[in-house]
């Protein structure tokens, strides 16, 4: 019955409106305009860039966050709820700890929690597509003049591969939402009164992209982006901007409730010299991708910015010529960075050469490579690699053939052996060479630095 009188009513309404014809036609929802789009992998990863958006909400500026998953493998030090039980919880931990700072535009994408440094196993278990749609339709929703995100690249450190997927999905929407022929049935205006495919929305070319690394070197990302003192009072919260950020992420129970119970237990003095000395009161630092409007590299995130939207605009690039020798190359991840770059114009993006992984002592390595054949005559091909002491090729080193015009995929395998000290949590990187011949002549050097750990991410 209350469904029926809530029904008339709207009839009743829609009536009236459409009777007056002077009625202006709908606009974007400018509740859902931000200045700010952060995307990030897990709840809790928004604690990378929470410093810096305390002080932008601060100087007046609206903020959204997309997440690309609920976070559903992390542990749990609350309750016995896992798996995606889990993640719901940490769906309301996150939308709870940016309520710390005042931001509820806040979406998730709904990819898989993947555990792996491979950013193209977390791509392909976030279903890729699916999730870029739902993220050029929050851009066109939200509008974002910048966009901030994971440096989308390997690395030594955590190197999550959901966290460089969130940073590959933020680049490509970045440079998608403003085109009105990718998904175009969201910037189509429904034709029928409550049309129920059609979405309305606008195309939108945010202004600027600017990532943060999830590597533990900082020193490549140096001087390629601005920097902000975290220590700086808010004028809105009277705390440091990473005091906000540490605030927010008390929120996160079910990853950190040993260490929020230790928090509670200190004073303010003794927190701030333990975070201190963990990092949180370091500087911030963000990397430029790329800005459409111009400005200096190191100049602060707002610089150019105004309020005027600006059309959208694609550079050209053109993929690597093609061979015409027989090659190896690193595969994988790797290779898909390096074309990425290229193709998002995106040629300024630090990256550690030769590239590098970090991995758990005990376990093996992986080498992917793709072996080109462009020439007009079936090759044989000599695998070889050259490892530390201790260190064993277990698979892929010896011949293979590879037919005229094919490429084919091929990989070394290695067995990593134990830290040579287990009290140490982690060894120098040492340098693996991978070789290859043919006929007696190099047609192929790969090198890779790997560092041993106690514990990693699976490759
Ligand atoms: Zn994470």
Request: with cysteine; glycine share 8%.
């Amino acid at each position: 019955m209350r469904s029926l009188l809530v029904c008339s009513l709207l009839f009743t309404l829609a009536t009236l409106a459409g009777s007056q014809d002077t009625k202006p036609l709908p606009t974007a929802d400018a509740r859902y305009k931000a200045d700010i789009l952060l995307v990030v992998a897990h709840p809790d990863d928004e604690g990378a860039a929470t410093a810096y958006l305390a002080r932008a909400l601060d100087e007046g500026k609206h903020v959204a966050v997309v997440f690309g998953t609920r976070g559903s493998s992390g542990g749990n030090e609350v309750g016995s709820e896992q798996a995606s039980a889990l993640g719901a919880i940490r769906e309301i931990e996150a939308r709870r700890a940016l309520g710390t700072l005042g931001i509820t535009n806040v979406w998730f994408l709904g990819g898989k929690d993947t555990a792996s440094q491979d950013v193209l196993q977390s791509l392909a278990n976030w279903e890729h597509g699916a999730a870029l749609e739902q993220l050029v339709r929050l851009v066109r929703l939200t509008r974002p003049e910048v966009v901030l995100t994971f440096l989308p690249g390997t690395f030594i450190g955590e190197d999550h591969g959901d966290h460089q997927a969130s940073g590959v999905l933020a680049t490509e929407a970045f440079d998608l939402a403003g085109d009105p022929t990718v998904f175009p049935s969201q910037v189509a205006a429904p034709l029928r009164r409550l049309e129920p495919y059609l979405e309305g929305l606008q195309p939108w070319q945010a202004k600027k992209i600017y990532y943060f690394p999830d590597a533990d070197r900082e020193d490549i990302f140096k001087g390629k982006g601005p920097e902000y003192s975290v220590k700086e009072i808010s004028k809105s919260s009277k705390k440091a901007y990473w005091r906000a950020s540490l605030d927010s992420f008390r929120l996160h129970e079910t990853q950190a409730k040993s260490f929020v119970d230790q928090l509670n237990k200190m004073d303010d003095a003794a927190i701030e010299k333990m975070m201190a000395a963990d990092g949180w009161t370091d500087v911030q630092r963000f990397v430029l991708g790329k800005s459409q409007v111009g400005g200096s590299v190191t100049g602060p995130v707002f610089e150019n910015i105004t309020a005027d939207a600006i059309p959208f605009r694609r550079d050209a690039f053109s993929a690597q010529a093609a061979g015409t020798e027989l090659s190896v190359e690193l595969a994988g991840p790797w290779n898909f960075y390096a074309e990425f770059r290229r193709a998002h114009g995106l040629e300024n993006l630090p990256h550690p050469e030769p590239p590098e992984v970090a991995l758990q002592a005990g376990s093996s390595l992986v080498i992917p490579l793709w072996v080109r054949n462009p020439t007009g005559a079936s090759r044989e091909v000599t695998l070889s690699a050259d490892v530390p002491a201790g260190w064993t090729v277990a698979n892929g080193a010896g011949k293979l053939v590879v037919a005229s015009k094919q490429t084919v995929p091929a990989r070394i395998e290695i067995n990593l052996p134990g830290l040579a000290d287990p009290k140490k949590t982690k060894e120098d990187a040492r340098e693996v060479t991978v070789r290859a011949e043919s006929k007696g002549a190099s047609v192929g050097v790969v090198k890779l630095r790997v560092e041993l750990r106690k514990r990693s991410l699976p490759e």
